[in-house]
């Protein structure tokens, strides 16, 4: 696009001038032809004309000095989605900082990335709790709560897929925090967002290392077995060692270059959910095991169970803060936007979540029934009831790839707040993060996650009051940014669908965190600092 585009114009031009008669008739003036109805682009100023938003040039500095921006192979940043410059000069936002960062350092991403990190970030460890809520709710209300919840985060999804750019002013929201910030403004999207991300990434991040930590020490001593004579570690170094292995891992610089670690991810998300169903259905039903839904104490806590239920289900689906992250490490153009390979991707990437949660569900609820503990789920449920039984192999099998999927997802979790991290250095210095910088800020957030993990461990029995505070940025949000951005017909079915959708999982947020206080307050916490379970 650079200095050959301007010279091709100029000849378009000048062919244009003299192929048109010398003298026009009278009767019909000469048609000006398209090349030289469009201004010369000549007329552009240097300092845009090598931004590289606009050109495929990287930033260049006066007197050939040493370039210190990184080259970038493909620089379409919160761009000008529309290919005429004219489009492009408008606007103002051309930012040369997402070269910088490590969601939109690199947009050579593709459909089959966008699987692999929808599926890693979709699938985790809280699927496993799915047939606790069928405890309470039964085996009809289970399966039509499942199955709603699903076709309702799905079509969320595909919401924000089509908001990640806008046509109609030509900018690319290649964070959550960015679209929200335009629909609601930057006041009240701090207000409903900011927090519920940062719990969404790092508390997820915090709970991931909690997981990989206990389950190590599980595969250890299934692995290990009872003459291991060792002196075992406790669980607080078990954290240290995961989270050791996490923070070396999230020295990969972008999050297109994480691809590889959300396959892996994923292969063994999809490993251990298939195990754990698959293992509990062929060792057969429990004996005894009653189907009928629990009822437990007074009215009151019955409606809180039920509703406790619901907040498992809709707990299970998760990922909804990174879709528009991972979409941004696409290309797009305005032939080729990149909302259709990303749906392609969510689309084969939630087949497979749902292959995976529905058999979970269905077959552990058939399989345990009403004795499924409530805390861990099946996971628990296959140490308690089978550990017997099944060979110490498969046990050590499903644990370790547990432990690699928390791995991979810390990464795909921590992305957004290293993002952040680094956007206060870019603004503030104008150029990107040194090396080590990168490394420190990694290896600080890990670690503090870590403490946090330490310091808080009744972290987990708050966990339904703070998701239900969380809970919008799936369900409710979406629609209001649809309504918002692309303001649909009044009382047309779009504008109904997504005024529903969008209320009821407000109404349904809070009637979540009343629950969570409810749980909090009946069943008490035993706040202990620094005493991790």
């Not at 469009?38 to 007329?43: E, L, Q």
């Not at 459909?111 to 799915?130: E, K, P, R, V």
């Not at 396959?263 to 999809?270: K, S, Y």
């Not at 169903?277 to 629990?294: C, D, I, Q, T």
């Amino acid at each position: 696009m650079g200095d050959h585009a301007t010279h091709h114009h100029q000849h378009e031009v000048i062919d244009a001038v003299s192929s048109a008669p010398i003298t026009p008739r009278a009767a019909s003036v000469a048609p000006t032809p398209p090349g030289a109805r469009t201004p010369a682009i000549v007329s552009l100023p240097p300092s845009q004309f090598h931004s590289p938003s606009l050109t495929r040039s990287p930033l260049l500095t006066p007197g050939g000095t040493k370039r210190k921006t990184p080259f970038i192979r493909t620089p379409r940043f919160i761009t000008p989605l529309g290919s005429p410059l004219r489009k492009a000069i408008k606007l103002t936002r051309l930012d040369p900082q997402d070269a910088w960062l490590p969601i939109t350092e690199s947009r050579n991403g593709n459909a089959f990335y966008a699987a692999y990190h929808t599926l890693c970030s979709g699938i985790g460890i809280q699927a496993l709790i799915l047939p606790v809520a069928f405890t309470i709710l039964g085996w009809t209300w289970g399966l039509i709560g499942l199955s709603l919840a699903f076709i309702w985060q799905l079509y969320t999804l595909y919401l924000l897929v089509q908001l990640h750019e806008s046509p109609e002013n030509g900018i690319r929201y290649s964070r959550y925090m960015q679209l929200a910030s335009a629909t609601f403004g930057e006041r009240l999207s701090k207000f409903l967002a900011a927090f519920p991300i940062m719990y969404l990434s790092g508390g997820t991040c915090v709970a991931l290392i909690v997981i990989g930590g206990s389950t190590s020490k599980m595969f250890f001593q299934t692995v290990c077995g009872s003459p291991c004579t060792s002196k075992p570690l406790t669980n607080v170094e078990w954290y240290l060692v995961f989270t050791c292995a996490a923070v070396l891992l999230s020295q990969l610089p972008n999050l297109n270059s994480i691809a590889g670690v959300s396959l892996v991810g994923a292969l063994t998300a999809v490993g251990y959910c298939t195990a754990i169903w698959a293992v509990s259905v062929s060792e057969g039903r429990l004996p005894n095991v009653s189907y009928n839904p629990v009822r437990k104490g007074t009215e009151i806590a019955r409606i809180f169970d039920v509703l406790n239920a619901l907040g498992i289900i809709a707990f299970a689906f998760r990922g909804h803060n990174l879709i528009l992250e991972i979409q941004a490490t696409m290309p797009s153009s305005e032939k080729n936007p990149s909302s259709v390979p990303m749906w392609r991707g969510v689309k084969a990437a939630y087949f497979v979540v749902a292959m995976c949660l529905f058999p979970l569900a269905i077959g552990g609820y058939w399989a345990y029934g009403h004795v499924i503990p409530a805390n861990g789920g099946m996971l628990t449920a296959l140490y308690m009831f089978h550990s017997r039984y099944v060979s110490r192999s498969v046990l050590g099998m499903i644990s370790l790839f547990v432990i690699i999927n928390a791995v991979s997802s810390f990464q795909l979790y921590g992305m957004p707040m290293y993002d952040d991290m680094e956007s206060h250095y870019t603004r503030k210095f104008k150029k990107p993060c040194p090396w080590w910088l990168r490394a420190v800020i990694r290896a600080m957030f890990g670690f503090g996650c870590f403490f946090v993990a330490v310091a808080i461990p009744f972290l987990g029995s708050v966990a339904g009051l703070i998701g239900g505070i969380s809970l919008p940025v799936t369900l409710a949000y979406p629609c209001f940014m649809w309504l918002k951005m692309k303001k649909p017909k009044i009382y047309s079915p779009m504008w109904w669908v997504n005024w529903g959708l969008g209320l009821l999982g407000m109404g349904l947020s809070g009637i979540l965190i009343a629950a969570g206080l409810y749980v909090v307050i009946d069943t008490g916490i035993q706040v202990s600092f620094f005493k991790p379970h």
